[in-house]
């Protein structure tokens, strides 16, 4: 069977007990754009363009050749493309990704390869400026460079 609807992951996938979602089935290859609302597993081969607002889990063995535009990715398998994530990027052992990121958030686990640039910031939010820090209170004022005896 190749796409198929599941009631709980049976493999250890970051998706609570009971959620339902959609996998595209190690058996399957699948081109084209794909979008999908919910959390979508692909255990096959993918090669197009992924959208969703929502979870992407792509498990070990699965070998994706895409632009992929997600809320959240979970990654075990192998993306070649580049991703851009809403919220998170996670990349576990074995994983694979060549390609650039855009995302606020990145976990790269040990054993995982990420070949590609990285870019962070709060997507869809306008960025705030940091606040200055305090001066310290403590300790002797700073050396005036002017006073300095040579």
């Known amino acids: 069977m190749a796409i198929m609807r ?3 992951p049976s493999d250890g996938s970051p998706l609570p007990p009971g959620q339902t979602h959609t996998v595209l ?3 399957a290859t699948f081109d084209g754009k794909l979008t999908f609302q919910g ?3 692909i255990d096959g081969g993918f090669s197009g363009e992924i959208v969703t607002d929502d979870v ?5 063995g699965a070998k994706i050749k895409a632009e992929v535009h997600v809320g959240s990715l979970y990654l075990d398998g192998e993306i070649d493309g580049n991703v851009v994530s809403k919220n998170s990027v996670e990349i576990h052992a074995p994983g ?6 855009h995302t606020p958030s990145i976990t790269i686990e040990r054993g995982a390869i990420f070949e590609g640039s990285c870019h962070m910031q709060n997507l869809g939010q306008a960025s705030k400026p940091m606040p200055k ?3 310290a ?12 005896k040579k």
Not at 56 to 60: E, H, I, N, Q, T
């Open 6 to 8: 599941k009631d709980e």
């Open 25 to 27: 089935g190690p058996e």
């Open 39 to 41: 959390t979508v597993r």
């Open 56 to 60: 992407l889990v792509v498990g070990k």
């Open 96 to 101: 694979v990704l060549r390609g650039n990121i």
């Open 133 to 135: 820090p305090e001066p």
């Open 137 to 148: 209170k403590e300790g002797p004022p700073p050396l005036d460079p002017d006073k300095i």
